[in-house]
């Protein structure tokens, strides 16, 4: 009984902990599923715009990577890193920059 | 069985994703490269574990279901979208008929609102799987796997 009890503290204890963790790891990046593959051609070039301005952003503070603009229609560049990128960093914004690039704005990573 | 059926604990957010390894055809130069087309298409091509092979991804829009043990059956779906793409549609739709490791799913999020159930508990994926749009899977598994011992032998040692 007492270890009974003892295993339903724990538990609670484990997802009072995790569960912001959790949160904010499942918190879609801005404009979620629209943002990494938009349906419409004006969403497509609207979203163009906002994704360079996430992954400026994103980009901008981590590891010194930074953005630099390309030609349309031509496919988004993301030079692989051997840094992993913090917990917060990662979930709120450099993988998601990565998805979110789109098929204009290559992001190179200055840390190679 | 304990914490309800998938249906329930995954939700949906609207892609089918399609991995599969092709042969190095293209200089990558260790570039991730990804492309987008509108109709919600997205098409990838990293660098593989070795020189000749390269990993590729075929992402799209959309709730169909599909038949789980049916590779050509998924691969003529992905085709009735990406055949117009453009770019290196044609080419991985081909390669994806030939690949050893194609995998087709649909993406989502485990969310529950408990991880806990008797003596069964949940951790990384099963419970609280965030989904390849988010990335940190490993990292909240990882988390996970620190916190539930930490957790659990604060009393149990008693």
């Known amino acids: 009984m007492r270890e009974e009890s003892a295993l339903d503290d724990a538990f609670d204890r484990y997802e009072s902990r995790m569960r912001p963790y959790v949160e904010q790891g499942q918190e879609l990046p801005p404009g979620g599923t629209d943002g990494y593959a938009p349906r419409s051609q004006a969403a497509h070039s609207a979203g163009l715009d906002l994704n360079a301005l996430v992954a400026a952003v994103a980009t901008a503070s981590l590891d010194g990577a930074h953005l630099q603009q390309g030609r349309r229609h031509q496919p988004a560049q993301l030079r692989q890193t051997s840094r992993q990128p913090s917990l917060r960093t990662q979930g709120g914004a450099c993988c998601n920059a990565t998805l979110r690039c789109g098929c204009v704005y290559p992001v190179r990573s200055e840390s190679d | ?158």
């Open chain 2, 1 to 158: 069985m304990a914490f309800g059926t998938q249906a329930e604990a995954l939700g949906s957010l609207g892609l089918l994703n399609a991995w599969f390894t092709i042969p190095a055809e293209i200089e990558l130069e260790g570039w991730y490269l990804m492309y987008n087309a509108p109709r919600g298409r997205v098409i990838s091509i990293r660098p593989g574990r070795f020189p000749s092979e390269q990993k590729a991804a075929l992402s799209v829009r959309s709730t169909e279901s599909f038949e789980r043990c049916d590779i050509d059956s998924q691969i003529d779906l992905l085709e009735s979208h990406f055949a117009d793409a453009g770019w290196e549609a044609a080419r991985l739709l081909r390669a994806a008929r030939a690949a050893p490791d194609f995998y087709l799913d649909s993406i989502g999020q485990v969310r529950l609102d408990r991880w806990s159930q008797g003596r069964v508990v949940l951790l990384g994926d099963a419970g609280y799987r965030p989904s390849p749009l988010t990335g940190l899977g490993t990292s909240l598994a990882l988390v996970g796997a620190t916190y539930w011992p930490a957790s659990s032998q604060l009393r149990l040692r008693r």
